[in-house]
Nanobody, 124 residues
């Protein structure tokens, strides 16, 4: 059974940092692009960023570029989302996802495995 399990969410103040983790199990994700998405209350789920299988390349939404960093440790089957300089508008449920297509994509329909999400709340 394939599982993606996010952790690390919480309540922080504006300007703080937080690191989310996504642990994968149940299959090998060799060649998979791993992505992060988020969904704010009452809004659609949107792309945050993604990382290549090797970890050598990343791609970010403009809203988080320069503040968020994605990394991965394939030996641990874990992907990370380091979030710095958090803003109240970053408040959302954060999901990790896996795409088998081997190319960067901001389209959630290119990702076929999803975690259950972890809540991040940023107070002003």
């Amino acid at each position: 059974q394939v599982q993606l399990v996010e952790s690390g969410g919480g309540l922080v103040q504006a300007g703080d940092s937080l690191r989310l983790s996504c642990a994968a199990s149940g299959r090998t994700f060799r060649g998979y692009v791993m992505g992060w998405f988020r969904q704010a209350p009452g809004k659609e789920r949107v792309f945050v960023g993604c990382i290549s299988w090797t970890g050598g390349s990343t791609y970010y939404a403009d809203s988080v570029k320069g503040r968020f960093t994605i990394s991965r440790d394939n030996a641990k089957n874990t992907v990370y989302l380091q979030m710095n300089s958090l803003k109240p508008e970053d408040t959302a449920l954060y999901y990790c996802a896996a795409s088998p297509h081997g190319r960067f994509s901001s389209d959630q329909y290119d990702y076929n495995y999803w975690g259950q999400g972890t809540q991040v709340t940023v107070s002003s």
